[in-house]
């Protein structure tokens, strides 16, 4: 015991050192361990860090988006190419806000509208052929703009779904469309 002291002693002054020398807090040292995380750090919400929706008519500072008509929606140009990883993405979100009225294959018969005994006032089917003969542009504004575009209640989703991700969407409801469409799908 007596001749391990000074070397424990050592030891101990040699990880403090080495804490010191990398100039952080101990509990982050600690964590850079794998097996040696602590409680602190974990998926949870930090405090201040609770997301808090903007204040009503604020405007980001990339400035406001402008508001979509029926004509400057049919102009758009689609940004992203069809590919699996775009397709996957508009997957997630679909699934993430749309599945809930639009229902799994695009049909209108989410689980809210079966709760409801029926379609749920009005959610219509993504995937007829007069929906399949709409632009790129127009889904997309659809999910930008909603009911502002006089849609009843389509809510609005230009706030939560943003930059490229809005066309991965419309890229995946292509892809529900193209699966009715197809004879095996076809019902
Ligand atoms: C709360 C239920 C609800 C959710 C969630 C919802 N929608 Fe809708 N959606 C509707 C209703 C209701 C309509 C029909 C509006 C109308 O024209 O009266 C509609 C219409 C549409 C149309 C136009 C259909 C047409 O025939 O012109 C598109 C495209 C569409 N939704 C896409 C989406 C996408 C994409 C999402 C997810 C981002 C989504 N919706 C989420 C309720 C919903």
């Known amino acids: 015991m007596c001749r391990r002291g000074p070397l424990a002693a050592a030891a101990a002054f040699a990880a403090l050192v080495a804490v010191a020398a990398l100039g952080c807090n101990p509990d982050d040292v600690v964590h ?10 974990q998926r949870s919400i930090k405090p201040y860090a609770q997301p808090i929706p903007p204040v009503p008519g604020t405007v980001p500072v990339t400035g406001a988006e402008p508001l979509m008509s029926l004509q400057t ?6 940004l992203r190419t069809r590919t699996s990883e775009s397709i996957n993405r508009g997957r997630f979100l679909y699934e993430t806000y749309c599945l809930v009225c639009h229902g799994p294959t695009g049909r ?3 689980p809210i509208s079966s709760a409801a005994g029926g379609p749920f006032f009005g959610v ?3 995937v007829n052929d007069t929906i399949a003969r709409r632009t790129d542009g127009y889904l997309y504004a659809v999910i930008v703009s909603g009911q ?3 849609r009843g209640l389509m809510p609005i989703y ?3 779904v943003r930059g490229t991700d809005r066309w991965d ?3 995946y409801l292509r892809t529900l469309q193209a ?5 095996r799908g076809r019902r």
């Open 108 to 110: 209108g018969d989410g």
């Open 169 to 171: 969407l419309v890229n």
């Open 158 to 160: 230009g706030d939560k």
């Open 148 to 150: 502002v575009m006089g």
């Open 124 to 126: 219509r089917s993504l």
């Open 73 to 78: 929606a049919d102009r758009l140009v689609n």
């Open 32 to 41: 850079r361990v794998g097996w040696f995380s602590t409680m602190r750090h």
């Open 179 to 183: 699966a009715v469409q197809s004879p």
